[in-house]
Nanobody, 119 residues
Framework: QVQLQESGPGLVEPSQSVSLTCTVS??????????WAWIRQAPGKGLEWIAH???????YYNPALQSRTSISRNTPENQFALRLTSVTPEDTAVYYC???????????WGQGTQVTVSS
């Protein structure tokens, strides 16, 4: 069974950077035919794709967030991470990590972690 678990700081001040980690069990982040994604949902909003990384390390970023976003992998720990810089209150959301199939359809979700940007 594939399980994903997000971890992060919870509360962060505007202009700071947020680093989130997704720990994966039951499957390898280097296995073929899967993408590993970060997705968020702000209050009252729909889901927003942030970024993903493929098994071979290729990455994709949402153009609306690309300048402030980086996705990375820690393969020995079977983890991948999201870094979002220069955050504003508009970045307040529940952040999810997920595994997708080769067509970017989500197969597994983490439970989500709340990120609140406030001074």
């Amino acid at each position: 069974q594939v399980q994903l678990q997000e971890s992060g700081p919870g509360l962060v001040e505007p202009s700071q950077s947020v680093s989130l980690t997704c720990t994966v069990s039951g499957g390898s982040i280097t296995a073929a035919y899967h993408y590993w994604a970060w997705i968020r949902q702000a209050p009252g909003k729909g889901l927003e794709w942030i970024a993903h990384v493929f098994a071979n390390g290729d990455t994709y970023y949402n153009p609306a967030l690309q300048s402030r976003t980086s996705i990375s992998r820690n393969t020995p720990e079977n983890q991948f991470a999201l870094r979002l810089t220069s955050v504003t209150p508009e970045d307040t959301a529940v952040y999810y990590c997920a595994r997708t199939d080769n067509n970017l359809l989500v197969e597994y979700w983490g439970q989500g972690t709340q990120v609140t940007v406030s001074s």
